[in-house]
Structures are given as C-alpha cells and as structure tokens.
C-alpha cells in the first residue's frame, strides 16, 4: 500500500500531521545527535546555534521528502515566488512588531529582576551564528514543515474558515497555529507562568498571521519573512542589550 493509499483511510488527518511532526523532529534530533559528535563538544557547548542549524536542516529536508511522496509538487506547498500579492510589506510589519513583543515576553522579566541575560555569549563567531539563523533559516525550515506541509495536507482534507472581525482563516491555519503555539509548551516547566503564558499567546497570534498570508499569497514567502523578522528582531535587541550591560 502506498502512502497515499494509507492516508485515504479514515484515519484522522490531525492525527497524521501529528504523525508528520514526530516523525521529522525524531529523525531529525537522531541526525543531529549523530553530526553533533563530529565537533568538539566544547564548541557545541559555547555555539548552540550550530546543532540548530542541522536540526532545522533535516527538518526541511524530510518535510520536502513527504511532499514529494504525497504528490502534487512543491509549488502546491506554498515552494514559489509567484503570486498576485506575498504581502511582503504586512510580512515585515508583523515581524517587526512580534519581535519587540517576543523579546518583551522572553526576557523583559530577567532585566526587571536585576538579573543578567545568559546563554548568548558576545563573540564574533556566537552573534554572526545565532543572527543569521534567526534571520534567515529558522524561518525557511519552520515554514516548510508548519504552513507549507501540515497546512497544506490539513487545506486538503477541511473545508470552512473561522472568521474574526474583517479576517477570515481556513481552519486548517487554525489548526496548526495552534499546533504550533503547543510546541512551545516546554515552556511551562521553566517554573514562570506568565512567560510561559505569554509565549503561548504570541506564538499562537503569530501563527494564525502566518497561516493568513500562506492562504491568501499560496507562497510560503510571507509566513518567511515575518518569521525570519520577528526572530531577527528579538535577538539582535538581545545582542545590543547584552552589549551595554544587559
């Protein structure tokens, strides 16, 4: 039986994006703890980006792979640059915004404890690392697997919308922004319920916004580049504020 013969059974197609993710994050987590021994642990330890950059690799490889195997080409996933409009400037608005709200959220109450802010050590090589890959590939990789994959799959299999004042979302973006906002459930063991509340909130708001520029521009290239911006944004104030003292 083929993979698409397997999943025109009855079995529920939230069940099979789930599926989709653990799959491509196991995977993915074995590959990296394997390339990961190829470097000294020393530099693992002090570049953590470096094993994110091959996680989020294998993240988009495998998602393609699926793609692939379901049919129906990669341009159906949201993979091109056409369109009538990719909502390039709301993209950048939204990013921008989300990334003072993210940095608020994640780190305002560190600064108002008095505390400094650690893991991210003021280096050349550290800030390049972590810049670049907030700024263009933690949004690339993500994107393929949330908006390009499991919405896609999940358009295919839901009809209806859910409406909110003038915007409308197919439910299938409902689904996975909030996918989307449980996979940073970790949150909440970190023992500060309003940071863990808050992340939830803004990644769930972020990725109903993603979901909305995916359906309207059918380009993955909007959900990317506010992606990319609210990361970006967050973690280059990260880095000037850890420079003057922070």
């Known amino acids: 039986m083929s993979l ?3 999943l025109k059974t009855k ?5 099979v994006v789930i599926v989709f993710v653990l799959l491509i ?3 993915s987590e074995f590959i990296t703890l394997y390339v990961g021994k190829l470097f000294n642990p020393e530099t693992i330890k002090s570049y953590r980006w470096i094993n994110l950059y091959i996680n989020h690799f294998f993240h988009m490889v495998f998602a393609i792979v699926i793609m692939l195997l379901l049919g129906g080409g990669l341009k159906s996933y949201g993979i091109t640059l056409k369109s009538k409009n990719l909502y390039i400037l709301p993209a950048i608005f939204v990013g921008m915004l989300f990334g003072v709200v993210m940095l608020l959220v994640d780190h305002f109450p560190t600064i108002l404890s008095g505390s400094k802010i650690t893991g991210y050590d003021l280096n050349t090589p550290n ?3 972590w810049l670049s890959f907030e700024w263009v590939f933690a949004g690339l990789s993500e994107e393929i697997v949330a908006r390009g994959l499991m919405m896609t799959y999940l358009m295919k299999k839901f009809n209806g919308h859910i409406k909110f004042l003038k915007w409308d979302i197919h439910v299938a973006g409902v689904i996975v ?3 989307f906002a449980l996979m940073h459930i970790s949150s909440f063991w970190s023992g500060n319920l309003i940071y863990a509340i808050g992340q939830q909130l803004y990644a769930l708001i972020l990725g109903l916004c993603f979901a909305y520029f ?5 380009s993955l290239v909007s959900p990317i580049i506010a992606h990319n911006v609210s990361n970006g944004i967050e973690f280059l104030i990260l880095f000037l504020l ?3 003292g922070y």
Request: net charge positive; glycine share 12%; aromatic share 4%.
């Open 4 to 6: 698409k013969e397997v």
């Open 11 to 15: 079995v529920s197609p939230v069940i």
């Open 25 to 27: 994050g196991l995977l």
């Open 127 to 129: 800030v390049i690392g």
């Open 177 to 179: 922004a909030v996918l």
């Open 214 to 218: 995916y359906e309207k521009s059918k």
């Open 242 to 244: 850890i420079g003057i």
